[in-house]
């Protein structure tokens, strides 16, 4: 809004390496009124900080596999894989591992055993749909975590949940993080790294940019997925 000087940046909430470029600011002309420069570094002065990078934390995680097919070796288990790469690329430490049966009580009483321990954040994966098999997210909600949000307007991932519990965070992944490369998992996960506290609003405003075009081959994070407005 300041005439002669403009300042451009790349999306909030997006991963960045050492020496990337993160925003660049020009006087247009040639040549402009020192009054209007030091205008616009006043405001500039007035808002710091314009722009920020967080680091990511090296959290802790835990992970709860839940399926009867899993549970019972009837089918292979596929999300430890994908769910270890993700975190770990951040710099994250998958502490350890369980498989458990779509058990309410289990799935709760694991939730629990894992809060006692040095525990960052707690993934769970599957169950989170509304058929009766589905009860990971009746264990959460019973497991003494405080603050939840169910459902995110972005697809793939409509059926995530996001959840605090004093220090300790946990997130639901729906079953689109198998058939997917990327899901909201991918937007969330960073933010929860970087120390951030996603809520509801948060959650409601990825609605814009939260449609995965499901290009061929896959160029996110360049691409409009995960950049709300």
Do not use: W
């Not at 205008?39 to 990511?56: D, R, T």
């Not at 995530?160 to 899901?183: E, Q, R, S």
């Not at 960073?190 to 061929?216: T, V, Y």
């Amino acid at each position: 809004m300041f005439q002669d000087v403009m300042c451009g940046s790349i999306h909030t909430n997006t991963a960045v390496a050492t020496n990337q470029s993160l925003a660049a600011t020009r006087a247009i002309p040639l040549v402009i009124q020192k009054a209007d420069l030091d205008a616009a570094v006043n405001f500039a002065k007035e808002h710091y900080p314009i722009f920020s990078v967080k680091l990511f934390n090296p959290l802790k995680i835990r992970l709860i596999i839940t399926g009867n097919e899993v549970y019972k070796g009837l089918i292979k288990d596929k999300f430890r894989a994908i769910v270890e790469q993700k975190t770990t690329d951040l710099g994250a430490t998958l502490e350890e591992s369980v498989i458990l049966p779509d058990n309410r009580e289990m799935i709760s009483r694991q939730i629990r055993q894992y809060l006692e321990k040095d525990t960052d954040l707690i993934i769970t994966t599957g169950g989170m749909s509304v058929d009766p098999d589905d009860v990971t997210k009746a264990g959460i909600e019973e497991s003494g975590f405080e603050e939840i949000h169910y459902s995110a307007a972005v697809l793939p991932g409509a059926m995530f949940l996001l959840g605090y519990h004093k220090n300790t965070a946990i997130m639901g992944l729906p079953a689109c993080g198998l058939y997917h490369k990327i899901t909201i998992f991918d937007l969330i996960l960073p933010r929860i790294m970087a120390g951030e506290k996603p809520g509801q609003r948060d959650l409601a405003r990825l609605s814009h940019g939260g449609l995965c075009l499901n290009c061929k081959p896959c160029r996110f994070p360049a691409c409009s997925f995960g950049k709300s407005g």
